[in-house]
């Protein structure tokens, strides 16, 4: 599967999983589902810093956020 960090600019996809592991925790996943970020939901990332990191990401069609690098590896997604 892709993940988010990996997708292009203006690229919408479908969040199919954020993946557990040591370097996720509760807290963090808590975070990501209280900004929607969970299966099933549509986002797109609209840009990435020049330096590669944060990634400013719409999730929906009205929430955007900001996310690291790192942590956006960590969400599965399928393309729309």
Do not use: C, H
């Amino acid at each position: 599967p892709a993940r988010l960090g990996d997708a292009s600019d203006g690229t919408a996809t479908v969040v199919d999983i954020v993946r557990d592991g040591s370097q996720i925790g509760d807290a963090f996943r808590d975070r990501l589902n209280a900004m929607r970020l969970r299966k099933g939901n549509t986002v797109k990332v609209l840009r990435k810093a020049p330096a590669g990191d944060p990634y400013q990401v719409r999730v929906g069609s009205t929430t955007e956020i900001a996310i690291r690098k790192t942590e956006a590896k960590l969400v599965l997604i399928t393309k729309s």
